[in-house]
């Protein structure tokens, strides 16, 4: 059966007609971008990566995601990017789900602030041995990758189940209109019949939000850009509203991880500071603030600025906070068709973060006695030592 969509006075570029049933092509483009089996000629472009960097020594990599790629192919490919690497601290922080290299175990968790009523993310780190004996902090863990994955089932009632006022608000800042919306919504129920087809076959860490931006973009040969970038902009602020609706006390609280996590002798590194200003201001027990990532490089001087302040007006008792800088790389973007590709993220890369090497951030770093090279000796050292 194909819904007939009303088309207004003025050329649309939505076709009269859509089959409304889901069809193999929507089967197909379901499969593709939930796809975590790399082909051959995958598994060699991750192995090879298109530039290297010899001059580089030391490689800090503290806040970065491997996604569903696996391990060993991004020891090699870090292998073949630094050829010359003579120290290192690589430790992989899958969102939520603690993965371990080299020794060293990771991950971003979610979590609430409730002093100032904000979701933020920490990074901990451990000593691989210590996760044996994680298993409390590994269920809240769990507990907040399930409490996420329902972002997904949420922003998908919102079409199928309408929420008016959520769809009125994204219609209002982004001028769509009612055929658009019954584009989408028709797309969306199309997906949430796969879902509940295949949920149980899909790993956990594909049931995203997210899902339903890579499911339009995938029309985009079907439907042209000018239709799907319209339709992924409606997405977005849709997107907003529902993570503005979203109940944070259900996530754990930032203090509970770092007691659980302090207990457990992690390490923790507070990242994105720059978009969780409030945090800079709490007296957290952390080891550290990143001050620079792709996302986040407007405040760098002033974020070490911070840094140093802090590290004035603590104890000489207490072991001084370090700067980190994050590449945030999502290795599984690597491997996604180029029309499906985000670009910008494609182009980071796992220990590449060229502030360290920045004229204009090496002089403040060196100013303050912060290099590379010290941080990795220094949180190491913690690491093992706890």
Same mark, same amino acid.
């Given at each position: 059966?194909? $819904?007939? !969509?009303?088309?207004?006075?003025?050329? /649309? !570029?939505?076709?009269?007609?859509?089959?409304?049933?889901? &069809? @193999?092509?929507d089967e197909e483009i379901f499969f593709r971008i939930n796809a975590t089996r790399l082909s051959r000629e995958q598994a060699r472009r991750l192995a090879e990566p298109e530039r290297t960097y010899p001059s580089q020594r030391e490689i800090l990599a503290v806040h970065w995601h491997p996604e569903f790629i696996p391990l060993e192919l991004i020891e090699e490919r870090l292998e073949r990017m630094f050829p010359n690497m003579q120290r290192s601290l690589v430790i992989p922080t899958q969102h939520n789900e603690f993965l371990t290299l080299a020794g060293y175990s990771g991950a971003e968790v979610d979590c609430y602030a409730r002093g100032f009523n904000q979701k933020v993310q920490l990074l901990l780190h451990f000593a691989h041995t210590k996760v044996n004996q994680a298993g409390v902090l590994q269920s809240m863990l769990e507990h907040t990758r399930q409490y996420r994955s329902s972002q997904l089932f949420d922003l998908i009632r919102t079409f199928t189940r309408p929420v008016q006022d959520r769809l009125d608000l994204a219609a209002r800042q982004t001028g769509g209109d009612e055929e658009l919306i019954r584009f989408i919504a028709l797309h969306v129920r199309k997906l949430d019949c796969l879902l509940q087809k295949h949920v149980q076959e899909l790993p956990l860490d594909m049931i995203k939000n997210k899902m339903v931006r890579n499911f339009l973009h995938a029309l985009r040969p079907i439907y042209g850009h000018q239709l799907i970038d319209r339709a992924q902009n409606f997405l977005q602020a849709v997107k907003q509203a529902v993570k503005q609706d979203f109940p944070? @006390?259900? +996530? +754990?609280? &930032? %203090?509970?991880?770092?007691?659980?996590?302090?207990?457990?002798?992690?390490?923790?590194?507070?990242?994105?500071?720059? @978009?969780? *200003?409030?945090?800079? !201001?709490?007296?957290?027990?952390?080891?550290?603030?990143? $001050? *620079?990532?792709?996302? %986040? @490089?407007?405040? &760098?001087?002033? !974020?070490? /600025?911070?840094v140093q302040e802090k590290n004035r007006a603590q104890p000489a008792s207490k072991p001084p906070l370090l700067v980190f800088m994050g590449d945030d790389t999502h290795m599984g973007e690597k491997v996604k068709d180029a029309d499906q590709m985000d670009q910008a993220k494609a182009g980071r890369e796992v220990g590449y973060q060229p502030a360290w090497d920045d004229r204009t951030v090496r002089k403040r770093l060196l100013g303050n006695a912060i290099s590379r090279e010290r941080v990795i000796a220094e949180y190491t050292s913690r690491l093992q030592a706890r």
């Open positions: 059966m194909a $819904v007939p !969509l009303r088309r207004r006075p003025q050329a /649309s !570029l939505i076709p009269e007609q859509i089959p409304e049933e889901v &069809t @193999q092509r944070l @006390q259900y +996530f +754990f609280r &930032t %203090s509970e991880i770092i007691e659980e996590a302090r207990g457990l002798g992690a390490g923790i590194v507070v990242p994105h500071p720059e @978009q969780f *200003w409030p945090i800079l !201001l709490a007296d957290y027990d952390v080891d550290g603030y990143e $001050v *620079w990532n792709p996302q %986040s @490089q407007r405040y &760098t001087d002033f !974020l070490i /600025s911070v």
